[in-house]
């Protein structure tokens, strides 16, 4: 079994490789798994049967395309396409659902997963709080006890000012900066992420969807064309 994980940055890729890879062991399964981070989530092109532009790297921008790829590669065989990204602001059953109609669309014959981090990554990351006080443990709890879960508040705002001293400054410097504090929380948090522990709405609809396509990695096959 080969499970391909397409995510919008590194900071997403790292907790979402580990989850996955979580997931998998809890259910004695040893896939094989590449994760395929790219320049941010970007947008549906407004051809998705179109070749994408040269210099196209977000993952909306370019995911007609490589669900065309995989399809063309796999098809008839046990391979579970993951996408994962932010909401940021976007309705997240809006979101979902294209994701979900692209798929079908685009790689009809592979099984699709799709999930998506309400707001930010950083929701998964803070669904799991003994990971986070593991992690970090002089974090602030207070802060930690004021979070709604997946709520729309600036999340990555939050845990930064759990975490870290010197919160104002970070969260002062801004983008492109902030993503190495980002991939550094990511990396330290998910280390010890259990998925079957974290609270967050969005990872457990993404956990529950994993689980159920790894029981049935191959969908019926359907002979199409593009």
Not at 13 to 37: D, F, G, Q
Not at 211 to 221: D, F, G, Q, R
Request: hydrophobic share 40%.
């Amino acid at each position: 079994m080969l499970i391909e994980i397409l995510c919008e940055d590194k900071s997403g890729a790292v907790v979402v490789k580990r989850s996955v890879e979580k997931i998998c062991r809890s259910m004695s399964l040893t896939p094989e798994i590449n994760v395929r981070p790219h320049r941010g989530c970007g947008s549906f092109p407004k051809d998705m049967s179109a070749r994408p532009p040269k210099f196209a790297s977000s993952l909306l921008d370019l995911l007609p395309a490589k669900l065309r790829a995989y399809n063309n590669c796999y098809r008839g065989t046990p391979v579970i396409l993951v996408v994962v990204m932010d909401s940021d602001n976007n309705d997240p059953a809006e979101l979902r659902n294209s994701i979900y109609a692209c798929a079908s669309e685009f790689a009809p014959d592979l099984r699709s997963v799709v999930g998506l981090c309400t707001e930010e990554v950083e929701a998964w990351l803070l669904g799991d709080r003994k990971a986070v006080l593991e992690a970090y443990p002089e974090a602030d709890t207070r802060i930690l006890d004021s979070y709604e879960q997946d709520s729309v508040c600036g999340t990555w705002e939050v845990l930064c000012r759990a975490i870290t001293p010197e919160g104002s400054r970070i969260i002062d410097i801004g983008y492109p900066a902030i993503g190495h504090y980002k991939a550094q929380w990511a990396e330290r948090i998910s280390l010890y992420m259990q998925p079957k522990r974290n609270v967050s709405p969005s990872f457990i609809t993404f956990r529950y969807a994993l689980e159920t396509a790894l029981k049935n990695p191959v969908p019926i096959y359907r002979k199409r064309s593009f």
